[in-house]
Structure formats: C-alpha cells, structure tokens
C-alpha cells in the first residue's frame, strides 16, 4: 500500500516530504442537509413526510459544476475539505436498503475533489437528529423504529420543524437548536446511547433500540467507505480519514430530576420544557411552559407559554401498520404509549411522575452520571465501534473525533484509545453573535470560561473592547485545544465547524453594501484560530448549487432553518480573480464616521450588568454600521481569504495576518536546511498581496513568489528555502483605508467608559 499522503507525527500534520502541513479548510457543503429531489430546502413544506422516496444526488452539486466550484475554494486558499453527507442520504428507503445510485455521485465528486488536490475527511453530519425532528441527519424510517410519529411533533412541540411551520418565514431565528431539550430529540439520542440501560423493552429484530440504530448508522458509513476503497483512486489520494457522529447528544442521560431544567442546559430560548413537561405534551397533554429569550449573558426568562397538544400524542399510535419496513417491533414494547411511561417513569392514568431521577444514575452500577460520565462511557463505547468498523476498511485511517461539543472531552490519554491517528474535533462559535445574528465590537462574554467555572460570576467574564473581545476568542480556542491534549493526548486539534452569519443587523449589508459587521467578525474567528496555534479548521460553510433556488441567496440563505453562514451567494458581488480595487473594499469607508450608533454610546450601554447587556443584544446598540457607506467587503472575503503556511519545513511556531496592517508575520523552527524540492511554501493571496506591491524579509535564506495552477485553480504561493533553526517572516500587502468594524482611535473614550462601567459591576 502506497505511504499516507497525509500522516500524523504526534500533535502535527506531515506530507510526504515530513513538512508540516497546516489545514485550511472549508464544510462542503450545508445544502448536503436536504434532498436534492425533490427540492426541499427547510422551508418548503411540498411531500415533506415521503420521506423514504429522495435523492442526494446532486449535493452539493451536480458532477458537471464540480470543478467551478472547487476552482474558486482552491483559489480561496483551501486545502482541505470536510465532506458533509447524511445517513439520510446512503439509507432512507429503508433499514439496509442503500442508494448506490448516491455513493456513485459521491465517488465521482471525490474523483474531481482529487484534481485539485484537497485533502478531504468524511463528515456524516447531523443535527438535532433528523430533517423530521429539525435538523439533518438520520433518515425518516429511524424515528418510526423508535415508536415515534414525525407527522405529529409540531402539535405539541416535541419538535420545531421548519418545514411545517405555519408561516416558515417567520420561524424563530437559531430555535432549531432548542430541539435538543425537546421530546424527540431528548428520547432518540437516549436510546441511541444508551437504550439497553433505559429503555430494556424496546426490542426490535431481536435487538435493543440502541444497537439497532447504532448497527444500521455504523454498517451505512461502512459500505460508503468500502464502495470508496473499491473505487481504487481515492484513499490516501485525496480522502485521508472519517469523522464521528457531528455534534452528538445525551438526551436526558444524566438528568438529576426530569422536573427540572438542569443547571447545565445553557440554551433557553423560546418554549423551554423540562423533560417532565416535553414527556407530557408528547401524550397530548397540555403543560404551562416557560419562554426564553438569549441575552449577552446567555439565556433569560421572558414569560411563559401554554402548550396544548388538544390530545394529539407525538408516539405512535396503535394503529399504524408496524410491517412498512419489514422489522418485527417485540409485543413488549407497546404501540400507542409512551416509552418512558412502558418503563415506569410515569403514570399516564394519574399523570404524576414515579422515577424523577430515572435517569440519574447508571442502572448498571448505580453511579451518578453526569456529561463527563456519559461521554466517557456511553459515548465512548460508540466511538470505538465506529472506529473499529471504519478501520476494517482503512486500517490506517485518520480518526477525527468530535465528543460532545463545549464538554470536557474523554479521558483516553494513555490507554488503548489513545490512537496516534485520531486528530481532537472541537467546534466553536461565538454564542452571543450566532444566536442574535449581531456582532457587538464594544463587548463580549468569555463562555468557555464560564463553564468551565474560570470566574467567580458572569460579570467577571465580560470583555470589553475590540482587542479584548479577539484575545477572549484566541484564549478560548486555546483553552479548548489544551483540553484535548490534557484528556485525549499527544493529537492534532482541528476546529472541524467555526463560522459566522452573514445575515447580521436584520440583514442591513445586503441593504446597503455595508459589510464592516461580517469582516470585523470573521477576522476575529480568524486571528483565534492563528493565535490558539491549532493544527487546522474547516470554516462553515459554503453553500452553492445548481438551481438558483437552491444557491445561498439573501432571502432563504444557505436553505435550512434561517442559518446565513455561506462565504458565498449569488447575491453578493463575486470575489475579483486578482488584487481588489479601491472600490472593492471597505476603502470607500469614511472613517471619521463613529464605528459604533448612537444607541452605543447612551447611558445606558454604559451600565454594564445582566440585564443591560441582555437589553444591547435586543436593540439595535450592537450593530458596527457605519452610517450609509459601502463596505462591500466582497461578503467578506478580504477576511476569509488570507495568507496561510501550505507546508513547512521543520515546525510552525506562530503565524497570523493583520488584516488592519496588511501583513503577515511567520515563525518556524527547521530541523536542517531545506532541500530544493521541498521548501516551505505560504499561500499568498494577490487578493491582499498584489505583483509590485508586496514586500517580504525573511531572517534568512531566498525565497520566490510564484502563481501555481491547479486544474484551472490559480494560487499566489510564496516558496522559502531557508537554513535550520528559528527562521521568521514578515510579508506586507496592500494597505488600504479600515472599515469602522476593525476600530479607530475615535473609539478610545468609549471604550474607556465601557472599561469603567464593568470594573464597576464586578
């Protein structure tokens, strides 16, 4: 067998020539979330329950447009691809029914991916489950298997779904997350883990739920990754490795008291049911439910709501014809009731609760369980099945392995799990600007900090200042990656999802051309990524395909459930194939214009508590317009599109580009001379570093700057061959005029007085 083209040598990425290589990469792509026929996006409601008869084919776009589209994500400075699919999409006739017709697509679209020479990794994606229950993921059939009724959630919410949302222009910004602490979800995601354990009776195909569902997602992925092996041109080439399960979920593993919401659960927004309460309205029952609403300090009560399903029960009724996909449900296991109730948690003839801690402890050993209990054991045990049965196919696959995200991560740090293939997965966002679609420059809170108990009260969390706020996000990301290496080992981190939403301030760039929110926002994500000092990320998202319904546009976005987070759209004028012009850029700003509103700087933004940061994040204080210039920021590329260390010869000890500054500094620690073959090579955008007017010094060795072609993909791509030991690099560009989001000394006073007011509250 040929050697890796990509390997690890303990937390660092290797090519063939044993350079270092950094992975710069983008999700392909957000659309894979729904079929491609039919069309049917979130918000489309047409044949939305034929959920066995779909095709894939075609996400995330068609063979024949492959290449444009890889051409431009090369020429972007990408080198890596995670490859996003469903479960939906190999298995969603029916258990074991798969659609080699969509594996076929897939391979041919691995094949161009490969022209380009991208590294790609496997992402079987999913999101609150399943299209039926909210998100994406797992094929219509498996919520059937589990006793439950999708045409039913909506009555009594134990689901939010777009699709059959009353007005599905009007649903909730960020609200399909809730369903996580919703009915479906909390049930699904239980018995997937752990259904031997919590739910014994639930026996089909004379296995339990849990290693009937756990079978089938595992035996799926596997026959997508021995179809690959079989196609003979892609492993090693260009797929270097699988992902585990995107994002996965306790259910309500661990919850002290199902009556309560438990402390941990920081996302409220809307209905926030406890699991008492979704367990009931899941019956038919009507419960009074508190409202949420998201604020800088995370969620806060609005109100409440009451939720009557008018008797209309999200199980299974008795009825229905349990022979459709030909598996044989146990008579112990009861149509027509709650699962909960078949195991004693509650009563339905009295509706009172018996077993508030059900499920509180492991039945097994009589344990408390909390996140870290249930990652480490229930998750775990996933996980090494699914690495086991990928590595049947690929023995030297890398692992990427993504726990639950925001939780401490497995302790496998010198023992049998402690695999030198895997590379930590962590995903990051910042809460405060996805969840109210703003991006606030005066202030932010450090969340990771707070959970992980770093201050003493919230208060103390705040970061006021534009400085302040990118340090917070580096720190944070640090923190994250020095877990991994606490608990799982000696491994690479990538960020495998970090983004932001373009559709900031109700959408106010694509009214005015003012993009100073997306670029100070996206820099920011950016320059924590450089300074944490990971191994590499795949920015979500892009977003692109054939029909011009189904392209990321400014009125749907990227087509599920409200999310704006595409580095493209039609709508947006497309990225210049070299240097961007005074026009192109944010140059057109005035920048003796504040880069904050008048609302910013009234009193009582200055007051920096709870409940005023909680009032700036509902108003219009937290928006970076500019009064009308034009920032176009070409949808902010002149962020995303950055210079990047491709492979480095010897070891990377620090990088990153100030876009304010335009330059970009380089250190490195080389073993030995570089040979002539294998010198360190820099992707260098002409996007920022035009022929003429860039400027490099290096602390020694000579250096060329070259455009290379790939399949018709055009780089800019700096080569240095240096001498052994610490070498460094500065590179300057263009520098042109700041947009108000990226901050002036106007600002100063302001910020000062913010300072000020938070000392004040703490």
Known sequence: MAPLRLRIDGRTFRDGDNREVTLHGINCAADAKFPATPDLPSHVPDNFFDGDNVSFVNRPFPVEEASTHFARLRSWGYNTIRYVFMWEAIEHEGPGKYDEEWIQYTIAILRKAKEFGFYVFMDPHQDVWSRFSGG????????????????????GQAALVQNVYPE???????????NYSRLVCQAVFTIFFAG?????????????????????????????????KEAGDLWHDVVVGFESMNEPNRGIIGYQDITVVPSEQKLQKGTSPTAWQAILTGSGRACEIDTWDFGGMGPYKSGSFLVD???TVAWLDKSYDDTKYGWERDPGWQLGECLWAQHGVWDPKTDTV??????????????????????NHWYMDHYRNYSKAIKSVFPDTLMFCQPPVFEIPPVIKGTEDDDPNMIYCPHFYDGITLMTKKWNRVWNVDVFGILRGKYLTPAFAIKIGETAIRNCFANQLAAIRQEGLDYMGNHPCLFSEIGIPYDMDDKYAYKTGNYSSQIAALDANHFALEESKVNGFTLWTYV??????????????????????????LDDKAVPPGPFTEEESRASLDTSSPSFSKAQSSSDALGVTPGTLRRTLTADQMSTKSGDKDVRGLRAAE?????????????????GFDLRNCTFKFTLTAPSSTAESAPTV???????????????????????ISSEETSGAIQQMLQWWHAEGDQTMTVKGVVRKQGGALGGEEDEGYLQQCQKAACAVM
């Open 136 to 155: 994406s993921g797992a094929p219509m059939w498996t919520l059937y298997a589990c006793g439950l009724d999708p045409t039913k959630f909506d009555v």
């Open 168 to 178: 599905p222009t009007d649903f909730p910004k960020m609200i399909w997350a809730t």
């Open 196 to 228: 031997k354990e919590f739910a014994p009776k639930a026996i089909i195909d004379g296995k339990n739920i849990q290693d009937y569902l756990q079978d089938h997602y595992i035996d799926a992925i596997v026959h997508l990754a021995q179809r690959i």
């Open 309 to 311: 399903p008018e008797g």
């Open 354 to 375: 018996l077993k508030k801690e059900y499920f509180g402890k492991d039945p097994r050993n009589g344990v408390k369980i909390d996140y870290d209990y249930f990652t």
């Open 544 to 569: 692109a395909t054939v029909r011009i319904r189904d392209n990321n546009n400014h009125y749907w976005g990227d087509q599920w459930n409200g999310e704006d987070l595409s580095i493209f759209s």
């Open 639 to 655: 962020a995303f599109i950055r210079p990047t260390p491709v492979a480095t010869h010897g070891d990377v000890k620090s990088f």
């Open 682 to 704: 820099i992707f260098l955008p002409d996007f920022h570093f035009p022929t003429g007017q860039t400027t490099v010094e290096v602390s020694g060795g000579k250096w060329t």
